[in-house]
């Protein structure tokens, strides 16, 4: 990513590094979270039992609450400002980590994650706002790269986090140490209210579109999650199936008639905004089913440690954080069509080389090579996938393109780690994690053919020169932080 600009700016004030250090830090954590946790899962289990259903329920419940609502969460820092909607998420997010530190139940876990993704759901598109709003030309792009790369960072040190607290204290530590950087910025928050704008009463709040949304994708996950225990012939599993599916066809009839939509359907009218958004949905969905499979094999069936399982799996993201500009400044020379294209395609192929797992475990022969093949791919899509995205829309509408594409990156990982369940099976075995890597690699496929046959690229004109720096290749956006 870069950190300077081949062009000389002005000086940031002192209110604009607060801004930024408040944004990244209060997104740091939040992203952060959708990490930490997937190595501590088994350790998880063996403390509070529940088996692989709790374990799913676990991530997916925070992954519902925050992808369910971090749309509507950029309605509610429009209507009270951005300070205070980052004040109220990084207190709430400060409590709830304490509830699930403490959580003596599998249950109780669960729905303090379900709560800690509620407050991390107004924590990341207010902090994008407030850089938006208190930047403004090339340093603007500069102050999101820079935003972007540090959260970007989170999934770096997520695992490590995560396995070393494991391995050494408790999986609790992963949710208490949250505190710390709360209450670290919490007074440089403070000082932040006077720059927010005065309320603007005009606009409405789309309460009833996120109740949809909520309901429309929390049924179907309680379904895929639960059908494993109860079987699909339970009206456990099929009511909840049904009335989701009811209220998500619900959520997009409600959506297009609204006035002032939290989901604005007419940005996927936009070709590249509307395929793009497709090809994160696969992309994403194969990146979290991949990873929550492994990381989970790695320990209960590899016998690896929770911090040695962390460390497997960092090297697609480091390849990641060390050529994704690269990529994306061949991308703005050529376009991104055909690197979208290429890069799920070797994503997916380093997932089907782990295909060669035996027992006993050698990772540095049936693991290794195919993450490393993996992070090239993800290096080569990353960048692209974020510039054809928000390249799509009009700059005016830059935060609600960013907002929707997290949103689907999010409920990606919702869904596919909700099918979990039904492509491993109820006990984790070598077959089923086969199983996962093959639809693993048939999500990536999607992606790939999503991207060849929708993408179009830029004018030659109109795209970026190579080397030049922009918010895209910046590694910016939602890609950025999600790997």
Known sequence: MHMTDSVALPPSTPLQKRVLVVAIVASFIAILDGFVVNLALPAIGRELGGGLA?????????LLTLGALILVAGSLSDHFGRARILKWGLAGFAVTSVMCGLAWTGEILVVSRALQGIAGALLVP???AMIITSFSGPAQSKAIGQWSGWTSAAAIVGPLIGGVAVDLLSWRVIFFINVIPAVAIWPMLAGLRSSDAARDRSKRIDYPGAVLAMVGLGGPVYAFIEQGRMGWSSAQVWVPLVVGVVAM????????????????????TIRNFGWGNIATLAIYAGISLGFFVLGIYLQQVGGMGATLAGMALLPGTVILMLSASYFGGLAGKYGPRWFMTVGPLLCGAGFLMSLSVQEPLNYWTQVLPGQIVFGIGLATLVAPLTAAILGAVPPEEAGIGSAVNNAVARIAGLISIAFAGVIVGPVFTRQGLYNALVVTAGLFLIGAVASAVGIRNPPREAAAPVGEPDAASDDGGPAGQRS
């Open 249 to 268: 066809v619900l959520f997009l009839w409600h959506e297009a008639r609204t006035a002032e939509p939290m989901l604005p359907l007419r940005l996927f």
């Open 126 to 128: 207010s902090s994008l």
């Open 54 to 62: 709790i374990q799913q329920w676990v991530v997916d419940a925070y």
